[in-house]
Nanobody
Framework: QVTLVASGGGLVQDGGSLRLSCAASGGSFVNYAMGWFRQAPGKEREFVSSISWSRSDIYYRDSVKGRFTISRDNAKNTVYLQLNSLKPEDTGVYFC???????????????WGQGTQVIVSS
């Protein structure tokens, strides 16, 4: 059974940093893109960032470019998201996801992890 376990969320002040991790287990993730979505209170879930198995295809939503950095360790089946210069509008539940292909941004997600809460206070 495939499981994605996210961690690393927390409460930080405006301008602070966090590092999210998502460890996958229970299957092979070769050729799976991994990444993150987030959902703010009262809003729809939105794409944040994605990285392909080869790491050659990396995508970010515009509002986080230059502040967030995604990476992955294939030996550990783990994807990371470094969140710097956090803003209150980054507040939300961050969900990790895995999908066959080069990006998780479009199409049906194959596997979802549980969320990890990020709260940025002003």
């Amino acid at each position: 059974q495939v499981t994605l376990v996210a961690s690393g969320g927390g409460l930080v002040q405006d301008g602070g940093s966090l590092r999210l991790s998502c460890a996958a287990s229970g299957g092979s993730f070769v050729n799976y893109a991994m990444g993150w979505f987030r959902q703010a209170p009262g809003k729809e879930r939105e794409f944040v960032s994605s990285i392909s198995w080869s790491r050659s295809d990396i995508y970010y939503r515009d509002s986080v470019k230059g502040r967030f950095t995604i990476s992955r360790d294939n030996a550990k089946n783990t994807v990371y998201l470094q969140l710097n210069s956090l803003k209150p509008e980054d507040t939300g539940v961050y969900f990790c996801a895995a999908k066959w292909g080069i990006t998780i941004e479009t199409g049906r997600i194959d596997y979802w992890g549980q969320g990890t809460q990020v709260i940025v206070s002003s």
